[in-house]
């Protein structure tokens, strides 16, 4: 039976496609029925739950994720009075908004004269004409302002020599509605940003009393009867194996991406799209699942970023006869053209045999005609990074570059105001109580295809968003709904199968199968008969978690059993992407 026979329908979703999930279960057996399921988790949910301890909570507001989206949005609630918790399966800065280098658009002016405007352009050309343009018009008139937010409570800019914050050159960027030649609007700290975000965002949040529950790993969400609102989340302690109910009248997903499920990714291995896949489950539609983003620029054979701002700097790519091939692809941005535009010429010249190495697998990326002082200063990540993973010595040779799948433009659907929405009857619905941001949501700002230094706007504004929604829709301490009775039974059921499954299969083979496929099957190039046949080798991979073995029958500290609710989570989106 083919994935799609077993969901519940397909629609268009803000004249994007999107999968309807109605009837996928959590079950290792993968059920094809919507009531045998039912039935499963009622008979072995009561017995199964007693065995786990389940505690209860009740907060205003619960952030699931604590990366840049979850952090400004726990942020935003605290300061407005409301009793908020953060749930995230990891200390909150080693969240994978730490990785982000090049840094952040905002049409500040401090380098040129520049408009948001310009922005807006940019960022709709760049998304090959299928974002949002008002969630993008939003976004771009909100970046100055939530630029200096974050310089005001703390983070610390890259400066000019009067004292403003630095802005350099990324790819897609132009002035005068790409007339005025390349623009210099990404604020950026050094090639460190992200990381620089972060521990300003954290210590904001600590500072107004956050509640975080560190380490406990969100399951499903809680919905009400006829799936119209969300009504809280459960999750399980990793320290303990306890299970821990939150009931709120708001609940935020932030969990960023699923980059892990193809075999080389800029992701951290935390990147397994549980967000998504939770709203999954919750008979959600997820969308623009279909558009992966390959960043042009990843270390070959370790899949490491190399930021943007090494091209924005003056950077180059070179091929196999030590042209800079970018100049017949993208004649005016050159090595600065969008990020769909510079994967796909790298492949091209890979194709055509002028790749460089043994094998002709990859391209240069030449650093070492700039200033090292300009390295130092601009790129010191970018230089530690490259001796490490690559062992080269960036004032001296060229890293190689490899096209590195990097980031998921399609995600939970919302609006510009944070709210999930769904399609009903042609018209888009607001899923009460529910809000996304970040990569695990998708306001559509990014279209087929991001902007390089849009992500953490993305996450900063809409993360600001979903506090400004809350805050101007609910007030600190209102009455909360009553969960259903057997709230969470199905989830632990899920678990306590997963943990004593006897199959043949493990985890870790399982994931590779699935990476592989998705790597030669839904890569930059992708045609029909590629797809098709993806498809149907993860149609079998799908099936196969039924035979999944897990070693690990404990409880406390059980990586084995996370990393297969991980596998879990990364099926349900490799799925829906590639039959996208």
């Not at 268009?12 to 988790?41: E, F, P, Y």
Request: with cysteine; aromatic share 8%.
């Amino acid at each position: 039976m083919s994935f799609l026979s077993r969901i519940s329908s397909r629609n268009l979703c803000r004249s994007a496609n999107s999968i309807g999930s109605n009837v996928l279960t959590r079950s290792l057996a993968v059920q094809t029925s919507q009531t045998r399921n039912t039935d499963a988790k009622h008979t072995t949910g009561n017995r199964v739950a007693s065995n786990y301890k389940i505690i209860d909570h009740t907060y205003d507001a619960v952030v699931v994720g604590a990366g840049g989206a979850g952090l400004r949005a726990a942020y935003g609630l605290s300061t407005a009075g409301f009793k908020t918790a953060v749930i995230s399966k990891l200390f909150p800065t080693r969240s994978h908004t730490v990785a982000a280098q090049g840094g952040i658009n905002a049409a500040l002016g401090n380098m040129e004269n520049d408009d948001w405007r310009w922005h807006m352009y940019d960022t709709v050309k760049g998304s090959d004409w299928l974002g949002d343009q008002d969630a993008i018009h939003y976004m771009a008139e909100e970046a100055p302002r939530a630029v200096v937010e974050l310089e005001n409570i703390g983070m610390p800019f890259s400066r000019t020599p009067d004292g403003k914050i630095l802005q350099r050159a990324f790819g897609g960027q132009s002035y005068d509605f790409g007339r005025g030649g390349q623009a210099r609007r990404c604020c950026c700290v050094a090639d460190r940003t992200g990381h620089a975000m972060l521990h300003t965002l954290y210590g904001q949040s600590l500072k107004y009393n956050t509640d975080y529950f560190i380490e406990y790993f969100a399951l499903d969400l809680f919905m009400n009867q006829d799936n119209t609102q969300c009504i809280g989340v459960i999750a399980m302690n990793l320290e303990d194996g306890s299970l821990h109910r939150f009931r709120s009248n708001n609940t935020v997903l932030a969990t960023g991406g699923y980059g892990r499920a193809y075999f080389s990714c800029t992701s951290a291995h935390t990147c397994t799209g549980d967000g998504n896949a939770m709203a999954t489950r919750a008979g959600l539609k997820n969308q623009d699942l279909e558009f992966v983003q390959f960043h042009p620029t990843g270390i070959y054979g370790a899949g490491c970023l190399i930021t943007e701002g090494c091209r924005g700097e003056g950077g180059f790519l070179i091929n196999s006869n030590g042209e800079r091939f970018m100049e017949r692809f993208a004649p005016v941005a050159k090595d600065l053209a969008s990020r769909d535009v510079v994967s796909r010429a790298m492949t091209i010249e890979i194709r055509e045999g002028r790749g460089v190495g043994k094998d002709k697998d990859h391209i240069y990326l030449q650093l070492h005609h700039l200033d090292p002082k300009l390295l130092h200063e601009r790129l010191p990540g970018i230089s530690e990074t490259a001796h490490i993973f690559a062992g080269v010595d960036v004032t001296k040779q060229p890293i190689p570059v490899l096209p590195t799948v990097h980031y998921n433009m399609g995600g939970v659907p919302t609006n510009y105001k944070g709210q999930v929405i769904q399609e009903k009857n042609g018209k888009d619905v607001v899923v009460k109580g529910l809000y996304a941001a970040g990569e695990a949501a998708c306001a559509s700002v990014h279209g087929a295809n991001r902007l390089g230094a849009n992500s953490l706007l993305d996450l900063v504004v809409f993360g600001r968003a979903c506090a400004n929604t809350i805050a101007s829709e609910n007030k600190p301490g209102e009455s909360f709904a009553e969960l259903p009775s057997k709230a969470g039974e199905a989830s632990i059921a899920n678990l306590d199968q997963l943990r004593n499954a006897s199959g043949s299969i493990s985890t870790a083979d399982l994931r590779l199968k699935m990476q592989k496929t998705m790597q030669n099957h839904a890569a930059v190039f992708r045609d029909g008969t590629t797809l098709k046949e993806g498809r149907d080798l993860m149609d079998g991979i799908f099936q196969e978690q039924k035979d999944l073995k897990l070693k690990d029958r404990g409880i406390i500290w059980n990586t084995d059993l996370i990393e297969t609710l991980e596998l879990q989570n990364l099926l349900l989106n490799a799925m829906q992407t590639i039959y996208g």
